[in-house]
C-alpha cells in the first residue's frame, strides 16, 4: 500500500514562507515523476511545481516561479516543497503527487497514480 503523507501547511502573512514536506511508504519499484498540486475553494486541481529523472528535470507553473522550489531526497523518496514570498492567491490545499508509470511527468492529474490526504497554507494580507 503507497501512501503519500504531506506536512507543513500552516497559515503565515503575505510575504512569508511554508516548507511543505512530503513523505513516502510502501513504495518499493521507485517513481517515475513527483509533484506539488493546488486546489483552491471552488478551483480545479492545478499542478504548481513537479520533477522527474531523480530530480534532474523540475518545473513551476508561472505563478511560482522564483518564488517556490521543489526538491527530493532521493534516498528516501521523500518531497519538499520550499515557498517563499507567499501571496494570498497562494492559498489552498497542498497535495502531494506521485506516478509509477514510466514516461509520466506529473503535469496533469490524469498521470498521477497516488495522492497526499492535503495540507492546507493559508496566506493572509
Known amino acids: 500500500q503507497v501512501q503519500l503523507v504531506e506536512s507543513g501547511g500552516g497559515s503565515v502573512q503575505a510575504g512569508g514562507s511554508l516548507r511543505l514536506s512530503c513523505g513516502v511508504s510502501g513504495y518499493t519499484s521507485g517513481t517515475a515523476c513527483m509533484g506539488w498540486f493546488r486546489a483552491a475553494p471552488g478551483a480545479e486541481r492545478e499542478w504548481v511545481a513537479r520533477l522527474y529523472a531523480r530530480g534532474i528535470n523540475k518545473f513551476y507553473t508561472d505563478s511560482v516561479k522564483g518564488r517556490f522550489t521543489v526538491s527530493q531526497d532521493n534516498a528516501k523518496g521523500s518531497l519538499f516543497l520550499q515557498m517563499n514570498s507567499l501571496k494570498p492567491d497562494d492559498t489552498a490545499t497542498y497535495y502531494c503527487?506521485?506516478?509509477?508509470?514510466?514516461?509520466?511527468?506529473?503535469?496533469?492529474?490524469?498521470?498521477?497514480?497516488?495522492w497526499g490526504q492535503g495540507t492546507q497554507v493559508t496566506v493572509t494580507s
Open positions: 503527487a506521485a506516478s509509477a508509470r514510466r514516461g509520466t511527468t506529473c503535469r496533469t492529474a490524469s498521470e498521477v497514480d497516488y
